[in-house]
């Protein structure tokens, strides 16, 4: 289950079909079958993959509801799949059931976002107090607009960049700014706080933690919380149950 929440969190950053070039993915069936194939399509009319051995080249079907629930999330997160729903989007719009759950997305999205505004704000307080040992409220107010400032500045800077240069003669622009935004805001810190660099390091280091893994946090016990009330079990066979039930198939997409 634990798996599953965090193919579902790291595919949005980091694209899980990239590998399939070197190392095809390896598709899950309800049955306990394994298919390593690359997913080439899928055909929206037989809602079903279309899957490519590496080595002799022919093509199969096989059909979504067939897929376990590691298989729908990896279908999820296939770029094909996403493409062909894009495709068909004035089709599903159509679907009662589809306009319902986007709705039920919309306001669920808002929720999560508003949960993990609030619980970042206060554990970035937390953390400046540990660290910085300041209680102020107008010290972490500057410390947050220095952090926001320079990240808008920074990423002016790499649109500006990309503008001018190309996206592939600026492809090292992004690290460059974040670099620069590190030591700038870490020096900002240092002299306004006047403690230790050690400390406002940690401050810094212990930021970006929240940034990373606060949003995934909230997201994977959000969806845990969505499948224990569905199906009162909170496994992989309850999240395929979950993914299919109230989500895939309502919404037309399998």
């Known amino acids: 289950m634990i798996r599953i929440l965090l193919g579902l969190c790291l595919g ?21 079958q394994r298919i390593r194939a690359e ?4 055909s929206w009319a037989d809602r079903s993959l279309v899957l490519r051995a590496g080595g002799n080249g022919e093509t199969q079907l096989v059909a979504a509801q067939d897929l376990d629930g590691p298989g729908k999330v990896r279908l999820l997160l296939a770029e094909s799949f996403q493409d062909c729903v894009l495709a068909h989007r004035r089709e599903l719009s159509l679907l009662p059931a589809h306009r319902e759950r986007l709705e ?3 306001r669920w999205g808002v929720i999560l976002c508003g949960v993990s505004v609030a619980g970042g704000i206060a554990l970035s307080w937390s953390l400046s107090r540990l660290f910085l040992r ?19 500045l920074g990423g002016w800077g790499v649109v500006a960049a990309r503008a001018r240069f190309g996206a592939e003669n600026a492809a090292e622009m992004p690290w460059v700014v974040l670099g620069l935004h590190s030591v700038l805001l870490l020096f900002a ?20 933690m929240l940034i990373v ?8 016990v959000a969806v845990a919380s969505q499948v224990y009330l569905h199906g009162q079990q909170l496994n992989e066979a309850a999240m395929e149950r979950y993914l299919s039930e109230a989500w895939l198939v309502p919404m037309g997409l399998i």
């Not at 010290?139 to 400032?149: D, E, H, M, Q």
């Open 134 to 152: 300041r209680a102020s409220l107008a010290f972490w107010l500057l410390a947050a607009s220095l952090a926001i400032g320079l990240a808008a």
């Open 12 to 32: 949005f950053v980091v694209p899980l079909q990239a590998r399939g070039d070197v190392n095809p993915a390896e598709w899950t069936l309800k049955n306990g």
């Open 189 to 208: 810190i240092r002299v306004l706080d006047g403690g230790s660099f050690l400390r406002t390091f940690f401050w810094w280091l212990g930021h970006w």
């Open 213 to 220: 893994v606060w949003p995934m946090l909230v997201l994977m």
């Open 39 to 42: 997913m080439i399509d899928y």
């Open 104 to 106: 039920s997305l919309r």
